[in-house]
């Protein structure tokens, strides 16, 4: 059995963003418009990796894990509470679009209240759909239905599925990085990560490194 699923692996990535955009704007400087343009873009890259993980949870995972005996009454909850993290993060968006815009330390602290609010709710949904699901993430590893699964979610443009693996792997421990990469094909893996990740190490990853 794997240590853990892809999509923890996948959470502990939205967690690590999440405290990397709170430390960035904890130490932003005041008027400095070249940081404000490069959080801007971490961001982008965030909001959109987490949104469509969201969303693609309800179009595709829970259906299949309807399948597998989990109920609707626990996913009704777990949509839920994906409203409430659909509204912090619109917050969040228009905070970090003022700083883009102002480049102030007072709109960097505003912009880190509302992402403090985005990754309170975040982590209270992640660990309640950790504790219901992972374990049935675990328990039919190989399944059908989480095959199947995984084939929906694959079905992104190249360009996309590069940013994921990049943005994904970026500061993943081993297990992390196993979750993630354990059931594609190494060659593959390296093109679409190696090639279309490109971008994402390129403009988004040094972000992390100032």
């Given at each position: 059995?794997?240590?853990?699923?892809?999509?923890?692996?996948?959470?502990?990535?939205?967690?690590?963003?999440?405290?990397?955009f709170?430390?960035?704007?904890?130490?932003?400087?005041?008027?400095?418009?070249?940081?404000?343009?490069?959080l801007?873009?971490?961001?982008?890259?965030f909001?959109?990796?987490?949104?469509?993980?969201?969303?693609?949870?309800?179009?595709?995972?829970?259906?299949?894990?309807?399948?597998?005996?989990?109920?609707?009454?626990?996913?009704?909850?777990?949509?839920?509470?994906?409203?409430?993290?659909?509204?912090?993060?619109?917050?969040?968006?228009?905070?970090?679009?003022?700083?883009?815009?102002?480049?102030?330390?007072e709109?960097?602290?505003?912009?880190?209240?509302?992402?403090?609010?985005?990754?309170r709710?975040?982590?209270?949904?992640?660990?309640?759909?950790?504790?219901?699901?992972?374990?049935?993430y675990?328990?039919?590893?190989?399944?059908p239905?989480?095959?199947?699964?995984?084939?929906?979610?694959?079905?992104?443009?190249?360009?996309?599925?590069g940013?994921?693996f990049?943005w994904a792997?970026?500061?993943?421990?081993?297990?992390?990085?196993?979750?993630?990469?354990?059931t594609?094909?190494?060659?593959?893996?390296?093109?679409?990560?190696?090639?279309?990740?490109?971008?994402?190490?390129?403009?988004?990853?040094?972000t992390?490194?100032?």
């Open positions: 059995m794997a240590e853990m699923s892809m999509n923890k692996a996948i959470h502990a990535a939205v967690r690590r963003d999440l405290d990397r709170l430390d960035a704007l904890q130490r932003f400087p005041d008027g400095d418009r070249a940081r404000a343009a490069q801007a873009a971490a961001w982008q890259n909001d959109g990796q987490l949104t469509h993980h969201h969303e693609g949870e309800h179009e595709i995972a829970w259906p299949a894990l309807q399948k597998l005996g989990v109920s609707q009454e626990l996913l009704a909850q777990l949509d839920a509470e994906h409203d409430t993290m659909a509204a912090a993060l619109a917050a969040s968006r228009t905070a970090m679009g003022v700083l883009q815009r102002t480049a102030s330390a709109d960097a602290a505003a912009a880190r209240t509302a992402i403090q609010e985005l990754r709710v975040t982590v209270e949904h992640l660990e309640h759909e950790e504790a219901e699901i992972e374990p049935v675990l328990a039919n590893e190989g399944s239905e989480l095959k199947a699964m995984g084939r929906e979610f694959a079905k992104v443009g190249p360009a996309q599925g940013a994921f990049a792997l970026d500061g993943a421990t081993p297990a992390e990085s196993a979750a993630i990469t354990g594609i094909p190494k060659p593959v893996l390296a093109v679409i990560a190696g090639v279309f990740g490109r971008s994402y190490r390129k403009s988004i990853a040094p992390w490194r100032t």
